[in-house]
């Protein structure tokens, strides 16, 4: 059973950094076809994808936050993390991951196993 | 970038009913590289339609996919109590990047 865990702080401040962790199990990252992605979803509102890596540590970004996430894996303890960088009221959302196993390439397919979600509320 | 605008933004419906979501691309989706979401209150989204029309493991016949270029769909056939929920779309054919619509919710009239 593949199964995906989010976990961080519940709570940061405006300028601080984020670092999320998504905890997987029932399939590896170092396998071929397998990639771990992070979306985002502000309260009532849409998703929004922000970050993916994939077996051979090829890593994507959105244009619009490149320049603050940053998305590494340990392929050892099934676990990839997200870190984000100058955080910002803007950025309160519930974060998730989700997989994507691929034939082809992690761009190419969809997501097929989500968390549950971690909410991250930015506030002095 | 792909914009995807989901229409109508509510649609009221009752049990039994035939829904009919819309997804509009601002270009083309390369290959039919679309899919739908489902996510209920307080859960995570699940995937139903992948590849415009293939449904995920474990989804029920009465959810179906269509469309192709800058047009999709979702259909569910007759709604059952638990498909009222809020349905995304969203492209993996333009690389890097995935945009998803801002999503249409079903409710129960």
């Known amino acids: 059973q593949v199964t995906l865990r989010e976990s961080g702080p519940a709570l940061v401040k405006p300028t601080q950094t984020l670092t999320l962790t998504c905890t997987f199990s029932g399939f590896s990252l170092s396998t071929s076809g397998m990639c771990v992605s992070w979306v985002r979803q502000p309260p009532g509102k849409a998703l929004e994808w922000l970050a993916l890596i994939d077996w051979d540590d090829d890593k994507y970004y959105s244009t619009s936050l490149k320049t603050r996430l940053t998305i590494s894996k340990d392929t050892s303890k099934n676990q990839v993390v997200l870190t984000m960088t100058n955080m910002d009221p803007v950025d309160t959302a519930t974060y998730y991951c989700?997989?994507?196993?691929?034939?082809?390439?992690?761009?190419?397919?969809?997501?097929?196993?989500w968390g549950q979600g971690t909410m991250v509320t930015v506030s002095s | 970038e792909i914009v995807l605008t989901q229409s109508p933004g509510t649609l009221s419906l009752s049990p039994g009913e035939r829904a009919t979501l819309s997804c509009r691309a601002s270009?083309?989706?390369?290959?039919?590289?679309l899919a739908w979401y489902q996510q209920k209150p307080g859960q995570a989204p699940r995937l139903l339609i992948y590849g415009a029309s293939s449904r995920a493991t474990g989804i029920p016949d009465r959810f179906s996919g269509s469309g192709s270029g800058t047009d999709f769909t979702l259909t569910i056939s007759r709604l059952e109590p638990e498909d009222f929920a809020v349905y995304y779309c969203q492209q993996y054919g333009s690389s890097p990047r995935l945009t998803f619509g801002g999503g249409t919710k079903v409710e129960i009239k």
């Open positions: 270009q083309s989706v390369s290959s039919s590289y």
């Open positions: 989700a997989r994507i196993h691929t034939s082809s390439s992690c761009l190419h397919d969809a997501f097929d196993i």
